[in-house]
């Protein structure tokens, strides 16, 4: 089992910036990937990105303003020139990668979520 914990969030003003982390902590082999999902109200949850050992991966929306960092099992998710409409809860996630008898096994699992709001 692995557990996610998120930190960081809040209230901002547009144009703003803000951090957000999450370390990974449990009994597993290693974390494959981890990244962050964001989910506004009524609406589906959205890739924000991921990243393995060094590849990144971003959603369209936030290319160029949000950068996606780890290090080792935590990741950071580092937001600027903050819009309104990246208000939404934040989940991070996480691959992680257990031994078993027959093989290695990958599960995916997500965090409580953590609010980001951006006023006007």
């Known amino acids: 089992q692995v557990q996610l914990v998120e930190s960081g969030g809040g209230l901002v003003q547009a144009g703003g910036s803000l951090n957000l982390s999450c370390v990974a902590s449990?009994?597993?082999?290693?974390?494959?990937?981890m990244g962050w999902f964001r989910q506004g109200p009524g609406e589906q949850r959205d890739l924000v990105a991921t990243i393995g050992t060094t590849k990144t991966n971003y959603g369209d929306p936030v290319k160029g303003r949000f950068t996606i960092s780890r290090d080792k099992n935590t990741v950071y998710l580092q937001m600027s020139s903050l819009k309104i409409e990246d208000t939404a809860v934040y989940y991070c996630t996480a691959t992680a990668v257990t031994e078993t008898p027959i093989a290695l096994q990958e599960t995916d699992y997500w965090g409580q979520g953590t609010q980001v709001t951006v006023s006007g």
């Open positions: 449990g009994k597993f082999f290693h974390i494959r990937r």
